[in-house]
């Protein structure tokens, strides 16, 4: 028999697995009311189960890799750190790059009627990377350009402008922490209620 924890730890799991793998059981780890908020979208589940970012390339899959998460639980109610790692390739400047993005995945979730499900999810840009495939090639970017990005999703916001998308330049990223201390402390407020 598991228990809350492991239950609740599938769960997050499942839902990472499910989102990279385009599964349509996505939907079964939210809350039809839940909420998210990621770079590329903020708001009610439809948002983000039937939609993506404009850098994606369908000629290639996301690759993503979780840690082991942080469940802070009180009753039927629990939130989540979780670590990630997301690379993604696709094509800048005629150039086959890989980009990857290291986040803090944040859930709240809820035992309603006997089942653990996702009520809302918030994510926490940390770092970045951008590099080529292929040994030997070379990516050439604006260091000037890349100054008016924020340090926490960068090279993000570089490729998402390059594939004709838009990006804030206010999601929450430990640039800003007292941005993502207050995360923590609506989290703890909620899971006191």
Known sequence: MFDDYSLISQL??????YRVRH?????DCYYSDATVTTSW???DLRSFLHGESKEVDHRFPIVCNVST????????????????NTRMRMVVHDILVEIESFRRLIYRVEKR???????????INESDNLRPVIPGQVLKVDPKRLSKYRMSYQ?????????GG??????????????VEKIYQDADKWLKK
Not at 69 to 84: C, F, Q, S
């Open 41 to 43: 979208q903020k708001g």
């Open 155 to 163: 090279f993000l916001s570089y490729v998402r402008e390059e594939a």
């Open 12 to 17: 997050v799991a499942k839902e990472r697995q």
């Open 23 to 27: 599964d349509p059981k996505l939907a």
């Open 166 to 179: 838009q990006i804030s330049h206010d999601l929450l990223g430990i640039d800003r922490p007292k941005e």
């Open 69 to 84: 998460p942080v469940i802070h639980l009180n009753g039927k109610k629990a939130y989540v750190e979780l670590p990630t």
């Open 113 to 123: 009627h006997d089942n653990w499900k996702i009520s809302s999810m918030i994510s």
